[in-house]
């Protein structure tokens, strides 16, 4: 080879070699390859995967779903209950994209706890057999085969509202806050009560603010605003506007108070009568349960109604407790309508009461086809719930679905899980209903023996 030949080469190839190493650099200039940005961003993930699932857990909170008749009654009801889904759409619909949506390869487990959150929202408040049997019990007032001296026809009549008056009570609904609602039943089922009856009213939290600072002071605040007394129009109004929505939730210090407002009314000689209105639990580091026990053991032997005014479902979970613990009786309530139908039971227990201490003679009912007649409504109020709990589940689900938040297949799962939920609904109906229809021919002293032991719940 020549020596021109030999030094051509080499240019060629160092030329080749320069090319090479520009084109690497110009490579590496323009940023990390494909598998190296795969990298860097499972690394990303890896980082933030403890956060991210933690945070998904938190958006799914919600109750294990029921698997059995009694957990079935246990469950409380959710925020979105009582509504058709297209009269409450935008606030449903704004809750409902606050959920993650799920991915392609989302696992069973996570498909569950997507469906438990959404039964938290729609579940509806089923009517109890245990209530029921309370109620029959209300309607048969005086009748002495009831066994419960608070039912015996007594000289007096005395009812107490203890209210709620923190700030979560400013919330509104059907276009006023809750506390005007509460304040026009109040008033309303006072001024139908026997002119003879009595009636007093306890208001607490309605002072100081929801901030930590006014705690002390919010908690401190629970006042007799009407003392026990006949019913008075201008008075108990005046009450009334004494107060607004305020500050904290000192449920148990409501209760000690109270059972102080009937101290020289002893049971023997009195029927007395306590509701207790919550939004909300004990915020007051007070123990309600405990309260409303010696409340029960008192003296003044009370018959203690505890209602839940659009409560939450911790909110249902203590203040059932309260109600257990003071042999009484407790209901959700979702507007000012129920509202009115809980204090209306004691109105026609009132009744019952005049007719008797005027000496009038009471009609001659058949007992055993009222309580059918109430077996009944309670089997339709049941398969309204559950009409109503399935209709808006199933737009629930279409609207995740159209909105990208499940797929197709995820969402055949929820729909799978939803009549899963219709069959539980029926199956406890038809046994709940059939159980009651034996129940109707038995003393009440049978029929609470054998419906706490079917249906007690546990709280």
């Avoid at 959920?99 to 009517?127: G, H, Q, R, T």
């Avoid at 580091?285 to 010696?294: C, L």
């Avoid at 053991?297 to 203690?304: C, G, Q, Y």
Wanted: aromatic share 8%; hydrophobic share 35%.
């Amino acid at each position: 080879m020549s020596k021109q030949r030999k030094y051509g080469l080499v240019s060629i190839i160092f030329l080749i070699i320069c090319l090479t190493l520009v084109a690497c650099s110009s490579k590496q200039d323009t940023g990390p390859s494909k598998d190296e940005l795969k990298k860097e961003e499972k690394a990303a993930n890896s980082d933030q995967g403890k956060n991210g699932k933690e945070n998904i857990d938190s958006l799914l909170e919600a109750p294990l779903p029921p698997e059995d008749t009694q957990s079935f009654l246990a469950y409380p009801s959710g925020a979105f209950s009582e509504v058709f889904y297209d009269d409450n759409q935008e606030a449903i619909e704004e809750e409902l994209k606050k959920l993650p949506a799920l991915k392609e390869e989302a696992n069973e487990v996570e498909i569950e706890k997507y469906w438990a959150k959404l039964l938290s929202l729609f579940a509806e408040d089923y009517p109890n057999p245990e209530r029921l049997i309370e109620d029959w019990k209300k309607d048969d007032f005086g009748n002495p085969e009831l066994g419960d001296p608070r039912l015996a026809f007594k000289e007096n009549y005395n009812v107490e509202i203890i209210l709620d008056a923190s700030g979560s009570m400013a919330a509104e609904m059907d276009g006023k806050s809750m506390m005007e609602l509460a304040k026009e039943s109040i008033q309303t089922f006072a001024a139908n009560l026997p002119s003879e009856a009595n009636v007093a009213l306890r208001v607490y939290g309605h002072e100081g603010t929801g901030d930590e600072k006014d705690k002390n002071l919010s908690c401190a605040s629970n006042e007799l605003m009407y003392d026990m007394q006949p019913y008075d129009e201008t008075k108990l109004n005046d009450a009334l506007n004494k107060f607004e929505p305020s500050g904290w939730t000192p449920v148990a210090e409501s209760l000690i108070k109270a059972q102080e407002d009937f101290a020289e009314l002893k049971g023997e000689n009195n029927t007395n009568i306590i509701f207790l209105v919550s939004d909300g639990v004990e915020t007051c580091d007070g123990d309600p349960v405990e309260a409303a026990k010696k409340l029960a053991e008192s003296a003044i032997t009370p018959l203690v109604n505890v209602i839940g005014f659009n409560v939450d479902s911790e909110g249902q979970s203590q203040l059932k407790q309260v109600a257990e613990a003071a042999n009484g009786t407790y209901s959700t309530v979702r507007n000012m309508d129920q509202l009115q139908d809980e204090f209306n039971r004691s109105q026609e227990m009132a009744s019952k009461w005049m007719d008797w201490k005027l000496g009038a003679e009471t009609e001659n009912i058949n007992t055993v086809l009222n309580r059918e007649s109430s077996i009944l409504e309670f089997k339709n109020e049941w398969a309204e719930k559950s009409s109503l709990e399935i209709r808006n589940l199933d737009e629930s689900i279409f609207f995740l679905y159209k909105n990208d938040q499940i797929s197709t297949e995820q969402r055949e799962l929820l729909k799978k899980q939803r009549n899963a939920r219709y069959d539980l609904a029926n199956n406890s109906e038809n046994q709940v209903y059939n159980d009651l229809l034996k129940l109707a021919q038995e003393s009440y002293r049978e029929m609470e023996k054998e419906i706490n032991e079917k249906y007690k719940q546990d709280n």
